[in-house]
């Protein structure tokens, strides 16, 4: 989201100059959630796995996080000490994910100025420390690089945390916290069984936590480089949270991506972001709540019911084990609580401006006002579209999704620091179904001359196609059947450069040389055809179509681009019907521009500088692809980060997608023309 | 045998045995049918002894040696532990011994409450140097929380309240009718506050500033919390009543407690949960089983306030550079 990352950039340097000033451990610069992660969502710290062991080592530093206010607060927290984060500093601890059964090792080395433990409530049985001293609760980790270590199994699934256990009143407010997640043996899209299946793509994590700035503050003086004598004091009665925290930010860092770079030292963004559910997405999302603060939270998923399927990593049965879940606008998480959700969001309206539009007509943009003149609205009301907006007015909408606050309704800590709509809140975004797509903007011909349609037949899967011919020309005089050396009436349209074929009557013949000249060196009878004699004016066909299809305005960070392609292939190259193709099934293969390869320049053409951006789409569908005279439609998934799919400079927001199809083997070459009939990009936005 | 408390063996020097309940006036023997019974209470002034050597001054129920006769009650914080069965007309005699008020509007007239009971017609006030007879019927098995709610809370702030108990008919050794809430050990927890300077001037002191630096389990503090014992596999019944001004989220570390009740009702469907908010005013019932894994410490599985409160006293002078001394509303269970 952009327009607060104007405020975050004015702030990261206060950051930075506090944290030098304080001289931590932990650079500023090594990320802090594992490579590959996804930027909206739950992101886990595998630990290392071995023989049905897990173990993680943790350490507890001190550092600095950042507030929308404009402050550095000092916080104790656990760091992951291997690679590749090596003990930087984040709040909160790392999410320990974990499966059923496992045995888990937690290794944990102190360099705080107090004594500090982990407990870890929710596990049954046995937490056996070793190393260490006794204490309180449980078994601590000294001062002064003290270590001890943890081991339990890993009893039953569920979302659980993970805390101090030494002199808590002071040490869980001081931040010492975070999550663990254990799955199922075998399932990881499971929360506890099959009737809590989620969408594994759709798994979200809000560890909810209260910050008494006053408190972080003494403490900072008194184990500062020159504590104040007398030594100050703070008195835990006269606690008073300021800021309320998920995933350790507050609301508008909370919708930040994982691993912001605005936010070195919290990476956790608290983003819910989903697309509707229908017979074609069944699967809900996956909400797991933590409240490690100290204060009770009313959270509140404005505008819709969230169904609680657990507590306290247990899930909500009747005595016969049938379904006890409970649906919710408002409930209340407890401090040490944990509770799952699931989330459905159904369109049961439909409502569309073309044939299902509101009964109520939407006000005119001219009569609507926005505070600040910023908005997340499209200008549209329909889920999907997006609308004109007065002028002036910045929207933060990218195609028509819709947002929802996902808070704490104790509206005092929906704040930064008494500063409304902050603080213990985020952001449920529904993205349209599907994900954001963009229209086919442009299309180019860059192999190929257009035999009917234009590229709006390319925005429906109709009966409007966009039909394209193999590029031909003609023969300036007769052929005989030995001949290395043609001339053509016209070379504009055929690569410019490498080898290609071309087709002459029933004979292929390989152009070798003189590309881009009307005079070419010719290889004879090529593919398994026979070198035969060509009236003067015998047409030359190209042997492959290609053209891409041009959208613009995708935004940068976007993700999980999903390309759909549907069209056929028809053996005629003139007329309005589609002749059927049965034998010699042409092959398609269809490729994006990786605008990293050969820069802007990579993706303009199939042959020479302009084509060394096309790279083909990965399987599945495994390509080429046969498509004969019915239409075929795939569907292929690009990987998560999509960055270098997506344009920059002066390609900027731009995608492209080529269909190649190619019809050539013995022993009688025959026309045949391309007819696309939809070409679509879905993507997450960010 | 004392009924309810588990047996508190020392843990350090300080630990006390906590509560001594009072004799036959406040508890029969539990009998199988529904009978008569009459409950003397007094409401008096008294003193409570917090954690160590704090005292403050407490107003509180107590069981007089003879009906009526106050002066042998003492206030206990909390009160008696009022135990009768499902069925049972029960007489509830309280006699008002609390000190005439000095500052209009305050009366210092008990208000007897019990939420949840339905009291037959008849007044349910006394004035100071009265008394009141309250008669019900315990129709419903269950845990529940009586209380004065007179002068507008300040009362109850005072001590003001404590625990009845109310056994299923024909149900030996459960807390409900249904099964699922049989208990081998059971723990009363009262849970309450204390603000040593409102205890000190209840009348003057302007609730607005009100703040609690004492955070009691059965009126006491962590280290004079009483322990619970039972042994691997038994099940323990936690019987929570919330006398305090503040929600109270109970943690079980190591062990999982099934809420059986909440409101003195038993639950359909009861969750298997760590930790469980109990509110202000509401009572909760959960069965805890006791494992046969050592606990995370040679004190046992912890029980404790996850809103933190778990420290004696206003800390004003607590350096922030050093750990704090463990108090408040912590107390574990041990074999």
């Known amino acids: 989201m952009s327009s607060p990352r104007i405020r975050a950039l004015l702030r990261l340097g206060v950051v930075a100059a506090v944290a030098a000033a304080a001289g931590l451990a932990g650079t500023t610069s090594a990320s802090a959630i594992p490579a590959g992660a996804p930027k909206v969502g739950m992101v886990c710290e595998p630990g290392t796995a071995s023989a049905g062991t897990r173990t993680f080592n943790l350490v507890a530093n001190a550092g600095y996080i950042s507030t929308p206010d404009g402050n550095a607060v000092y916080v104790w927290s656990y760091a992951n000490a291997d690679a590749p984060d090596n003990g930087h500093f984040q709040e909160p601890g790392p999410v320990l994910c974990v499966n059923q059964g496992e045995n888990v090792v937690v290794n944990l080395r102190n360099t705080l100025p107090e004594a500090t433990s982990i407990v870890f409530p929710g596990q049954e049985g046995a937490v056996a420390a070793s190393g260490g001293s006794a204490g309180l609760l449980t078994t601590e980790a000294a001062v002064g690089n003290g270590t001890v270590t943890y081991r339990f199994t890993a009893g039953s699934p569920g979302t659980y945390l993970y805390e101090s256990g030494t002199d808590v009143s002071k040490q869980v407010e001081m931040g010492l916290e975070g999550a663990l997640v254990v799955r199922p043996t075998g399932h990881a899209d499971y929360a506890y069984d099959a009737s809590t299946r989620f969408d594994p793509s759709r798994e979200y994590l809000l560890l909810l936590s209260d910050i008494d700035p006053d408190l972080h503050h003494a403490v900072e003086l008194a184990y500062g480089a020159t504590p104040p004598s007398p030594p100050p004091g703070y008195d835990v009665n006269s606690l008073r949270n300021r800021y309320f925290s998920i995933n350790g930010r507050e609301f508008p860092d909370t919708i930040q991506d994982n691993g912001s770079s605005l936010l070195p030292n919290q990476p956790y963004g608290a983003l819910v972001r989903i697309q509707p559910n229908s017979s074609s997405n069944q699967l809900p999302s996956l909400i797991r709540m933590i409240n490690v603060g100290a204060l009770n939270h009313p959270f509140h998923p404005h505008g819709n019911h969230t169904r609680q399927i657990a507590q306290d990593g247990r899930p909500l049965r009747t005595p016969t084990g049938g379904d006890a879940s409970t649906e919710h606008f408002g409930e209340t998480i407890g401090a040490g609580q944990t509770q799952d959700f699931l989330l459905r969001w159904d369109d049961t309206d439909n409502f569309n401006p073309a044939n299902n539009p509101y009964p109520v007509a939407p006000p005119n943009y001219l009569n609507v006002t926005f505070k600040d003149n910023s908005t997340w609205y499209s200008g549209s009301p329909y889920l999907g579209y997006k609308g004109t907006l007065p002028t002036g007015v910045t929207t933060q909408n990218i195609c028509g999704e819709w947002y929802f606050p996902l808070h704490s309704h104790a509206l005092n800590e929906f704040t930064n620091y008494d500063q409304g709509f902050g603080g213990m809140g985020t952001l449920l975004r529904v993205d349209p179904a599907g994900g954001c797509s963009a229209p086919v903007a442009s299309a180019a011909l860059v192999g190929g001359t257009l035999k009917s349609g234009s590229v709006s037949a390319l925005s429906a899967a109709d009966t409007a196609y966009y039909q394209i011919n193999p590029k031909t020309t003609t023969r300036t005089s007769a052929t005989n059947a030995t001949q290395t050396s043609i001339t053509v009436a016209s070379a504009s349209g055929f690569p410019t450069s490498g080898t290609y074929y071309v087709r002459v009557d029933n004979e292929v013949m390989a152009v070798t040389g003189g590309q881009g000249t009307t005079t070419w060196t010719v290889g004879r009878g090529q593919l398994g055809t026979t070198a035969a004699t060509h009236s003067s004016g015998a047409a030359v066909s190209a042997l492959a179509t290609d053209w891409y299809a041009g959208f613009t305005g995708i935004p940068a960070g976007a993700q999980s681009l999903k390309v759909t392609y549907t069209g056929k292939n028809c053996a005629t190259t003139t007329g309005t019907t589609c002749t059927a193709l049965t034998t010699n099934v042409p092959q398609q293969t269809v490729r994006i521009c990786d605008w990293t390869i050969a820069g802007a320049t990579g993706c303009t053409a199939v042959a020479g500088p302009g084509a060394a951006g096309w790279v083909t789409l990965p399987a599945p569908p495994a390509q080429p692809q046969g498509v004969g005279s019915s239409d075929v439609s795939s569907t292929w998934n690009l990987p998560v980060n999509a960055a270098q799919y997506i344009g920059t400079g002066s390609s900027k927001g731009q995608v492209r997608v080529l269909v190649h199809t190619q019809r050539w083997t013995a022993s009688s070459p025959t026309p045949f023309s391309t007819w696309g009939n939809l070409m679509k990009i879905v993507y997450d936005a960010p | ?335």
């Open chain 2, 1 to 335: 045998m004392a009924l309810g408390f588990g047996n508190a063996r020392p843990r350090s020097v300080r630990s006390l045995l906590v509560l001594v309940l009072a004799t036959a006036g406040v508890m029969a023997a539990s009998s199988a049918s529904a009978a008569p019974r009459t409950i003397e209470l007094c409401a008096v002034s008294g003193t409570a002894t917090l954690t160590g050597s704090t005292q403050v001054p407490i107003w509180g129920f107590g069981a007089p040696a003879a009906a009526g006769d106050c002066s042998t009650a003492t206030a206990s914080l909390p009160g008696p532990q009022l135990v009768v069965d499902q069925g049972d007309t029960v007489t509830l005699h309280v006699v008002n011994r609390l000190p005439v008020p000095a500052v209009a509007p305050l009366d210092h007239t008990v208000r007897v409450e019990i939420p949840g009971i339905t009291f037959d017609p008849g007044p349910t006030t006394a004035a100071p140097g009265g008394d009141v007879t309250v008669a019900f019927t315990a129709s419903a098995p269950g845990t529940y929380l009586y209380s004065s709610g007179g002068d507008a809370g300040r009362q109850l702030a005072m001590g003001l309240a404590g625990m009845l108990v109310v056994r299923p008919a024909g149900a030996a050794g459960q807390a409900y009718a249904g099964a699922g809430t049989a208990f081998d050990v059971e723990a009363p927890l009262v849970l309450g506050a204390v603000d040593p300077a409102f205890n000190a001037a209840p009348d003057t002191f302007n609730l607005h500033t009100y703040t609690a630096t004492y955070w009691l389990i059965n009126g006491k503090a962590y280290p004079d919390t009483a322990g619970i014992t039972a042994a691997a596999g038994q099940r323990v019944l936690l019987r929570y009543a919330n006398a305090g001004f503040d929600n109270s989220s109970m943690l079980l570390l190591g062990m999982h407690q099934q809420v059986v009740g909440r409101s003195a009702r038993q639950l359909a469907n009861p969750p298997s949960t760590t930790t469980e908010i109990i509110a202000a005013g509401a009572t909760e019932d959960t069965v805890a089983v006791m494992p046969s894994t050592a606990p995370p410490t040679t004190h046992g599985f912890p029980l404790y306030d996850q809103q933190l409160h778990l420290t004696n006293g206003p800390q004003t002078s607590a350096p922030a550079g050093s750990p704090l001394p463990p108090g408040g509303m912590l107390t574990f269970l041990h074999g």
